[in-house]
């Protein structure tokens, strides 16, 4: 074990060197070709992280409720009378009111369903299970693939509509990530007050343009007629400061997701801030259509289930572009055309986690760190030399090393530093002074039962090793399940701890003894000085 | 002998202190803390952070010296339950404390931007440093993940050590963790520090410790047993602890000088956290001593094998040559 090769000290030297040299660019500005730094956390940099939550069973609310529309609809066409259609949980049941009928209703709603969750050879599962009892009850089940499938598309959709959304802020490299079956993670770096975001990924953004109900009366207090809902509006209120009621149609003229551009601009006239808007072809006609037959008449501009404006229409609107003015302030009017821009939400969002830290903050963080592991360090080291002498140094070096090494390693990963990484990274040099004790104490044991100090180096070391490989991986297994079961932060500790002890097993056990033994070496010592 | 200076030896190279002598009053005493420990944890009870209660957490600094009564005064009127101000740091720097707000999830939300509204209207000036939103259902996973990742270490300790030594040894090593992580438990309550995610960390790593601490021990134990084949395993024992004395107390002191500084000037995220690591450290140390000697003792007299072992662990031991 005294013994090593030319190569394998000049390898030795090289993995240190490597150490210093690849923990260099976390201090100094680095070169845009070299990525290879630590990141700091959120905690550290400042930033706000949110873990936003996919309201699952308002995308099957969705599912259902077009189901029920497409039944009716498809059994008028077909002329089949159908009684007592509701829909619950994730299924819809309605009564053919002929039993008889029963089978030519459910061959015609074949046509609704669809597959999915195709499987390589393009096959694919029915989205929708359809049953008919004797009495003409007929019950359409969305299936467990399809719900899948819909929980995943879900996700899909609004992970991109929630980064489009960011991106339009200006946020610096955010991380937008799936997490589990229905959260988004979303972390804003530099971002401390993450209002404006979180009220922009806190909408659902789903513009539809109704017409008004002229005949009924909100402010009545009577239930509103079939096809009608009450809706507040947005920025509006009533002369006693009660905020203003529309009676809106349910029906839906044109969508939003019929808008091509959407961009916030001033009436030139009145200096008051719009939305200017422009819709797809599609849009564009349907739009014309319904202005040409409503000229004179209030239509509502609807988000979220709340009026926006509800003008007049003059004239019939041909051209496919429009304007919105509904008492908007310039950051109104611009986060309006950012979520038009960006496209709606298929389901709600929920905040279900925050965490935001501010800069500053997080300048402080850094600093009492670096302070404590500097201090830890010292003291460590005077205890070691102290306790050790010679030998003590050579340990304080591995030690040094050590810590270059993980935060050399850290780098390579690019691993995120955190604040509890940092309490990691101090600990680490405690744990692996471990190292350092044993073999020490090791080595002076067997030179005082009367080994030569070869003799005494060679067992020292041997004994030792069998034990720091039991003590770390005992450490080692603790911190793998910290990091399968911690999330965030605490992640960066264990995988700092991790590194630190893997490391430590290579200083402590070779690099450390190569000094001793070159010392040995060329003192040609009597005894050791232990 | 090149000595620079003199060295700082703690204890002689030869110690022969009779631990085993002490077993009984150690286990009791243990037992005894340990069992004082669990009725802390029903009353009062932890302190549960908004990791693992959910809740509001947030951190401002007001522009001159805060004024308690008046920022109390402010959060009363936003309806938001009882809120916990508490100061930390310079006079200017303001600990909130909100419970988990009743309703959706959304009611969490809805809280942070009332008392941010209000506290940045009536403070002009008033600085939000730091906010922590966490609902039910996330607190409730995040607390299931952390007991979910102590109870498994401690099986895949015992499996470990089991596996390595013999199974006395596992119970033995085990049964000390149950009985550090009780006191562990005790320490929180009796300090009020929080517990959450980070203070999970901080258990797992005395665990982590203290295992390290217990398998130096039982190594040593078990190469005296091959080494001396008729000593009584009592004395085997203290002659054990005797000879890794200086390591272990060594260890103990390093580990506790780079942990210091943070606890004394880590900042408020990492204060416990470096205060729970050195009760630990201390607990650690003394229960390798006083408890999982003691129980090797009892399951082990006259049971655990003399011999260089077959099998697997002849072949674990490999590393180490055969003994002249």
């Not at chain 1, 963080?365 to 302070?371: E, H, L, N, P, Y």
């Not at chain 1, 097993?505 to 001793?516: D, I, K, S």
Request: one cysteine or more; hydrophobic letters at 50%.
């Amino acid at each position: 074990m005294l013994f090593f090769s030319r190569w394998k000290i000049w390898s030795i030297i090289a993995v240190c060197a490597a150490g210093v040299f690849l923990s260099v660019p976390n201090v100094v500005q680095r070169p845009d070709w070299w990525p290879y730094a630590m990141n700091l956390g959120l905690d550290l940099r400042g930033g706000s992280y949110l873990l936003l939550e996919v309201d699952m069973p308002a995308v099957v609310r969705d599912r259902i409720a077009t189901i029920q529309d497409q039944v009716r609809t498809r059994m008028r066409a077909a002329n089949i009378p159908i009684v007592g259609i509701s829909g619950r949980d994730n299924s819809v049941v309605f009564q053919v009111r002929d039993p008889g009928q029963a089978q030519a209703a459910i061959a015609n709603l074949r046509e609704i369903v669809s597959l999915v969750g195709s499987g390589a050879l393009g096959g694919g599962t029915p989205d929708l299970d359809m049953q008919a009892a004797p009495d003409g009850t007929i019950s359409i089940v969305l299936t467990e693939v399809a719900l899948r499938d819909k929980a995943t598309q879900a996700v899909t959709q609004s992970i991109e509509i929630v980064r489009r959304r960011i991106d339009e802020t200006g946020v610096n490299e955010p991380t937008i990530a799936r997490q589990g079956a229905n959260r988004i993670l979303v972390q804003l770096p530099g971002v401390d007050d993450p209002d404006r975001i979180k009220k922009l990924l806190g909408t659902t953004a789903r513009m539809t343009f109704r017409l008004l109900d002229a005949n009924a009366d909100p402010f009545s207090g009577a239930r509103p007629p079939p096809g009608v809902e009450f809706l507040r509006a947005e920025n509006e209120r009533r002369g006693d400061g009660q905020p203003m009621l529309y009676a809106v149609r349910q029906r839906v003229e044109v969508e939003g997701a019929n808008l091509v551009r959407a961009s916030a601009g001033t009436n030139p006239q009145t200096g008051e801030w719009i939305v200017n808007f422009e819709f797809d072809a599609l849009g564009g006609r349907r739009f014309a259509d319904v202005t040409r037959q409503n000229v004179g008449r209030p239509f509502a501009i609807v988000l979220d289930d709340k009026v926006i404006s509800a003008p007049v229409i003059r004239e019939p609107i041909t051209g496919g572009r429009g304007q919105i003015s509904g008492r908007f302030t310039a950051r109104d009017a611009q986060d309006l055309a950012v979520l038009l821009r960006a496209g709606a939400l298929p389901a709600p969002l929920t905040i279900v986690e925050e965490r935001s830290v501010g800069p500053d903050l997080g300048a402080d963080a850094i600093k009492a760190g670096i302070a404590s592991i500097l201090a830890g360090m010292v003291l460590v080291f005077i205890f070691i030399m102290w306790s050790y002498g010679l030998f003590g140094v050579f340990a304080c070096v591995g030690l040094l090393a050590n810590l270059f090494l993980t935060v050399a390693c850290l780098s390579m990963l690019q691993a995120t530093l955190t604040l509890p990484g940092m309490a990691g990274l101090l600990l680490t040099l405690g744990l692996s002074v471990d190292a350092n004790i044993l073999i020490n104490e090791r080595i002076r044991e067997e030179t005082l039962a009367g080994k030569t100090p070869y003799a005494a180096m060679e067992a020292g070391f041997a004994r030792a090793f069998s034990t720091i490989v039991d003590s770390n991986l005992t450490t080692l297994i603790k911190m793998m399940l910290l990091f399968a079961f911690g999330s965030g932060p605490v992640r960066g500790f264990a995988v700092t701890i991790t590194l630190g002890i893997i490391t430590s097993m290579f200083t402590a056990t070779v690099l450390v003894r190569l000094m001793m033994v070159t010392w040995l070496r060329a003192k040609k010592r009597e005894t050791l000085p232990v | 002998m090149a000595t620079f200076f003199p060295r700082l030896r703690m204890f002689p190279d030869k110690t022969d202190i009779k631990f085993m002598n002490g077993r009984v009053v150690g286990l009791a005493l243990s037992a005894f803390l340990s069992l004082v420990s669990v009725v802390l944890y029903f009353h009062p009870g932890l302190n549960f952070g908004i990791d693992f209660k959910g809740g509001i957490v947030i951190e401002a600094r007001t522009p001159g010296e805060a004024d308690f009564p008046a920022l109390r005064g402010i959060l009363a009127a936003q309806n938001v339950g009882p809120a916990g101000l508490q100061q930390f740091g310079s006079p200017s720097d303001v600990l909130i404390r909100l419970e988990r707000q009743p309703g959706d999830e959304a009611a969490q939300q809805r809280a942070v931007e009332r008392v941010r509204g209000a506290l940045q209207q009536a403070v002009p000036g008033l600085q939000i440093r730091r906010v922590e939103a966490v609902g039910a259902s996330i607190s409730q996973e995040l607390f299931v993940n952390g007991m979910l990742a102590l109870g498994l270490s401690l099986v895949a300790m015992l499996l470990y050590i089991w596996f390595r030594f013999e199974w006395q040894f596992g119970v033995g090593a085990v049964v000390t963790l149950v009985l550090d992580i009780t006191k562990m438990v005790g320490f929180y309550v009796v300090t009020g520090f929080q517990f959450n995610l980070v203070a999970i960390a901080a258990l797992l790593t005395v665990m982590g410790y203290s295992i390290n601490d217990k398998v130096v021990v039982y190594d040593r134990v078990r190469e005296n047993l091959r080494k001396y084949k008729s000593m009584k395993l009592r004395d085997l024992i203290d002659l054990s602890i005797n000879e890794t004395l200086s390591r272990t107390i060594g260890t103990s002191v390093a580990t506790f000088l780079s942990t210091l500084p943070l606890a004394l000037f880590g900042g408020e995220a990492l204060e416990e956290f470096a205060w729970t690591m050195l009760f630990g450290i201390f607990l650690a140390t003394s229960s390798s001593i006083f408890i999982a000697a003691p129980i090797l003792l009892l399951l082990g007299e006259d049971k655990l094998r003399r011999g260089p072992p077959p099998g697997k662990d002849a072949a674990a031991d490999a590393a180490v040559p055969a003994k002249p």
